[in-house]
């Protein structure tokens, strides 16, 4: 669809787009440049090569006023061209959500510091900071100093999920408070501990400030919350996304052997960054699932970097024997690699899933290893007649 000539703005009409898929930086100008209405655009898969520079992915987004991006982005984009004069290419932007800020190089941090000074009527910006970042890069410390004239003149909200009080973090949240006339609240989600917040918090409102801020903090650190308690709370859900590390913040072992059903109106369930490296994630999806009888669509992207050495997992499959997902029909799987446990768990849902049609696997292993792969899927034991959908 990407490569022959689609003729002027076949996408004319397209007002909101997310991609979750690995693509070339060639197909994804192409496509953004065919949508010139577009105003929410959400970058959640992988670019495939470094052919596109920072300014030519923002001249795509003219209109938009709605950005959402996946951590690894700017890695994929050329930096060392920035022209020093930016243009202000993204004057419409509203929000924009930076999912997975990795601070272990420059990259995250100067590209949000070019999108901010192309987008002079940015008014809120939320930051999911990646976890596992040491506080070891000074040339984070440079980079701010050297974009100085970097200022939000009309940012009113700040919001940071998973901040853990290191140096470059606090540094960027001063910087952002002294440069944000209008900025009225900060909303932080800590993982730091309780005895540590009082201290963060001083160092927070003693800090330079461009106008009065309102500053919540919120700890994303305890453990008062039951599974069972969760799904109380979600009677008439239909569509439940969540982010990979909650179930490590909810009490597993208080988990019931009778599980009662009370998703029973839940159709779509989305994991985003299942950590499969400890027990916490499948066990949450298995219990969702158990609590879930009209389930039809689940959705998983996997967290890549995850040894395949869990070997409690298979335990865990076999403990949960009695799973089944009768009105399952779409599995979607993202950034596959082909780990025994991914391969167990694919398995277990093909041979416990009467109503399944469809499985789509976005693959991350070689394409001299697919057909081995697909072999296997196809060799496995099925309780319905499914489609295996392979994609690079």
């Avoid at 959402?68 to 890695?75: L, M």
């Avoid at 939000?152 to 999920?161: P, T, V, W």
């Avoid at 694919?346 to 976005?362: D, Q």
Wanted: proline share 4%.
């Amino acid at each position: 669809m990407l490569t022959r000539d689609l003729g002027p703005y076949p996408f004319s009409s397209l007002r909101s787009l997310c991609l979750y898929v690995k693509i070339s930086t060639k197909a994804l100008l192409h496509l953004l440049s065919n949508c010139p209405s577009l105003k929410r655009f959400s970058l959640l898969g992988s670019i495939c090569d470094k052919d596109c520079t920072i300014i030519e992915l923002f001249d795509c987004l003219h209109v938009i006023e709605d950005l959402t991006i996946y951590g690894d982005t700017p890695e994929l984009l050329v930096l060392d061209s920035v022209p020093n004069e930016l243009p202000t290419s993204l004057i419409h932007l509203k929000y924009f959500c930076f999912n997975e800020l990795y601070f272990g190089d420059d990259h995250g941090l100067i590209f949000l510091l070019i999108l901010i000074k192309c987008s002079p009527n940015l008014e809120k910006i939320e930051l999911d900071i990646a976890e596992g970042i040491g506080d070891d890069n000074e040339t984070l410390f440079g980079i701010l100093e050297k974009y100085s004239d970097v200022r939000l003149e009309h940012l009113k909200e700040l919001e940071i999920h998973y901040f853990s009080n290191l140096k470059h973090e606090m540094e960027l949240v001063t910087v952002i408070l002294a440069r944000s006339p209008k900025l009225k609240k900060v909303i932080i989600h800590s993982l730091v501990e309780k005895d540590e917040e009082s201290d963060m918090l001083k160092i927070l409102l003693q800090a330079s400030r461009a106008s009065p801020v309102e500053i919540v903090l919120g700890s994303i650190c305890d453990k008062d919350c039951t599974i069972i308690e969760l799904f109380d709370c979600l009677h008439v859900i239909e569509d439940l996304t969540i982010y990979g590390d909650t179930p490590e913040l909810l009490v597993l072992d208080s988990v019931p052997n009778e599980l009662p059903t009370s998703l029973i109106h839940l159709k779509y369930f989305c994991f985003n960054e299942p950590y499969f490296g400890e027990d916490h994630g499948l066990i949450f999806l298995l219990i969702l699932i158990k609590c879930s009888p009209n389930l039809e669509k689940i959705e998983l992207d996997i967290d890549e970097g995850i040894a395949d050495d869990n070997e409690t997992w298979f335990g865990i499959l076999e403990e949960n024997s009695d799973v089944r997902l009768e009105h399952l029909k779409e599995l979607e799987i993202h950034r596959f690699s082909n780990l025994r446990r991914e391969m167990e768990l694919v398995t277990v849902i093909l041979a416990r899933s009467p109503k399944l049609k469809k499985v789509i696997i976005h693959s991350l292993v070689e394409k001299d290893e697919e057909s081995d792969m697909l072999k296997i899927l196809l060799q496995a034991s099925r309780a319905s007649p499914v489609e295996i959908v392979v994609i690079d």
